[in-house]
């Protein structure tokens, strides 16, 4: 990743991590750098490609127009840097994108809506809104490479008490009512969450075999609903027997996983409270981007996940479904 800040844009690091906290405050500066990020020193129409495209200002003042505004010489059509992306159509301001990413990216247990609405000085269903597509921003790519070498899997259960009159028994353990998270940890590199409808045996092979690449090496607890995965996996599966209180064994554990469930769960409890079961998917592409991109700085953690908004759309109504 760092070295595709620089070199996809011919930029120095310096250059895009030092206008964030300006942009923050300041529309053109948020504009601008949004600019770079996406076209960096060659701006290019969104439409046909060209790269003859010029910025539209206003007769008098010679200043930039007010919507930031692009023409493109080839196909005559007007642009800006927002068509394409998951802030297309907004009309809130860049630099309340810009802050809302930057603590979206750098809280490693996620960020209320309400705080982005009293610091952002907007209605609390914007920064909804807001919060909404920035997480879909960081949504895996549909060809994301699997995960290999050491993978560990585990499952886990979030979600809270139900409320009267929802129709749910509350119960504990597994069959709860709280919702089923399945997560596959690659030891020093990316994991991959999701919500599943159940943790059989079915459904949790199912989930590994999409997941992780066929060569790895499996970890996982003394689960039944992991048996017989060596036959799925070249590199055979170990298990670690917590039933018998044993946690490690050499290089066999599930910690990995654990540790990232123990994020989740303090940021869906600390920072969010309650977390719907149709929305927690959105909320797991948040914990696993900055899981998976930990090994950034802050600066550049915003950078990537500012990237990553291209060639993304989220309409109203895709939000809020």
């Avoid at 010679?62 to 010489?73: E, I, M, N, T």
């Avoid at 159509?89 to 705080?115: I, Q």
């Avoid at 554990?253 to 149709?278: C, D, M, P, Q, W």
């Amino acid at each position: 990743m760092k070295n595709e800040l620089t070199d996809r844009h011919n930029l120095s690091k310096s250059e895009v991590v030092e206008a964030i906290p300006l942009a923050c405050s300041d529309e053109l500066a948020a504009v601008e750098m949004f600019e770079q990020l996406r076209w960096g020193k060659t701006p290019a129409c969104v439409h046909c490609g060209s790269v003859t495209v010029y910025k539209m200002t206003d007769a008098k003042s010679g200043a930039r127009s007010k919507r930031y505004l692009w023409r493109c010489r080839d196909c005559k059509k007007q642009f800006t840097v927002r068509i394409g992306t998951v802030y297309e159509e907004s009309r809130l301001d860049l630099r309340h994108w810009a802050y809302a990413f930057w603590r979206a990216a750098t809280s490693k247990k996620g960020v209320a809506a309400l705080e982005i609405m009293r610091h952002c000085q907007i209605s609390y269903k914007s920064a909804l809104f807001l919060m909404n597509r920035i997480r879909f921003a960081m949504s895996p790519e549909t060809e994301t490479p699997k995960l290999s070498g050491i993978v560990e899997a585990d499952e886990t259960y979030i979600g809270g008490k139900p409320r009267p009159g929802d129709g749910i028994e509350h119960k504990a353990g597994r069959g709860t009512s709280k919702t089923p998270v399945f997560s596959a940890v690659e030891r020093g590199g990316r994991k991959h969450s999701r919500v599943v409808a159940n943790v059989t045996s079915k459904t949790l092979r199912e989930a590994l075999r999409e997941l992780v690449d066929s060569k790895a090496r499996i970890i996982t607890d003394d689960y039944q609903a992991y048996t017989k995965l060596a036959n799925h996996f070249e590199g055979g599966h170990d298990t670690v027997s917590h039933s018998a209180r044993e946690y490690v064994r050499g290089d066999v554990h599930t910690n990995t996983a654990e540790s990232s469930f123990a994020l989740i769960k303090r940021g869906i409890h600390g920072i969010y409270h309650n977390v719907s079961r149709e929305y927690l998917h959105r909320y797991l592409w948040q914990f696993d981007f900055v899981w998976n991109n930990r090994g950034l700085n802050d600066g550049e953690r915003i950078v990537a996940a500012i990237m990553a908004a291209e060639g993304k759309r989220l309409t109203y109504q895709q939000a809020i479904a």
